[in-house]
């Protein structure tokens, strides 16, 4: 058996369309969602991200500002920016580009971003809602993870779903969302004994544990859904996941590619995560 490739482009697509409708209409009644991108620094990474959500916008009809800083911006400084776009009511999701420099301490800064615009889904408050299960802004990356699994037409709940990875940004948050659509959970990190077996045992294997290629078909029972979360730049330049995709092909049921899997939906959640906040906030 060949396993079914999910495309995470057209899914975005489909999810972008949608997002373009509902904002011509918020437009109708004079609201356009405004976001602001915080960029410190000159990370070649990040300054593509940004680009590329900035980029999102304009395809959308959002209002966007981008405020690119040096890397010697003092963390004061920094505090004081986001306290003005708080405050601004043209901008409704603030996002800081992750990592900030050395000097700067990451978590006064997330906190200070009002929870109200928290369209990365990061703040406590946020974090909070998303493990009791109130509606409110949710992680970019893991939200997009759920509505692949979900457009694809695949049932989550009562299924064991197996998370390999416990970062804050991705292993946690996509544990929580896939209780929260009543799988049954187990998560894996780099202390877990015999982690091939447990993997085997999933329904749905999602992965992010920034390793190219570490997850073979080993990992993987026949018919799975495998989820890659990872994005890794290779020697040779190229792009690879977590998952060595051409292995588990003939085991899996279902496996995302990298690139075009999760990753277009990323800036896409952060899309709708805006679009959100911008009804929220006029309600
Ligand atoms: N850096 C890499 N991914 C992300 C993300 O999802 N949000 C922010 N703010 N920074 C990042």
Redesign the pocket.
């Known amino acids: 058996m060949t396993a079914q490739r999910i495309e995470g482009k057209a899914i975005s697509d489909a999810i972008r369309i949608e997002i373009g409708e509902e904002t011509a209409k918020l437009a109708a009644q004079g609201i356009v969602p405004g976001l602001a991108v915080v960029l410190v620094g000159e990370d070649p990474a990040?300054k593509v991200?940004v680009g590329s959500k900035e980029k999102a916008c304009q395809q959308l009809g959002f209002y966007s500002e981008v405020h690119r800083l040096e890397a010697s911006t003092t963390q004061e400084e920094l505090l004081a920016l986001i306290d003005r776009l708080n405050r601004q009511e043209t901008i409704h999701g603030i996002?800081?580009?992750?990592?900030l420099p050395k000097h700067i301490d990451e978590k006064s800064v997330i906190d200070a971003i009002s929870a109200a615009k928290d369209v990365?889904g990061?703040h406590p408050v946020s974090v909070g809602n998303l493990v009791i299960g109130d509606d409110s802004l949710l992680?970019?990356?893991p939200a997009g993870v759920i509505e692949l699994i979900k457009r694809t037409g695949i049932e989550i709940a009562g299924k064991h779903a197996v998370v390999i990875g416990r970062s804050n940004?991705v292993g946690k948050p996509v544990s929580m969302l896939l209780l929260r659509e009543h799988a049954t959970v187990t998560i894996c990190h780099s202390r877990t004994a015999n982690m091939a077996d447990i993997a085997k045992t999933a329904d749905i294997l999602v992965v992010a544990i920034g390793k190219a290629k570490a997850i073979g078909s080993a990992f993987v029972k026949p018919g799975a859904v495998v989820i890659d979360v990872g994005i890794n730049r290779l020697e040779d330049g190229k792009l690879a996941g977590d998952v060595d995709y051409d292995d588990v092909l003939d085991v899996a049921g279902y496996v995302t590619p990298v690139p075009g899997g999760v990753g277009p939906m990323?800036i896409t959640m952060?899309m709708q995560n805006t679009l959100k906040a911008a009804k929220q906030l006029h309600a």
Do not use: A, K
């Open positions: 990040s991200y996002l800081v580009q992750l990592p990365d990061f992680p970019c990356t940004i990323t952060l």
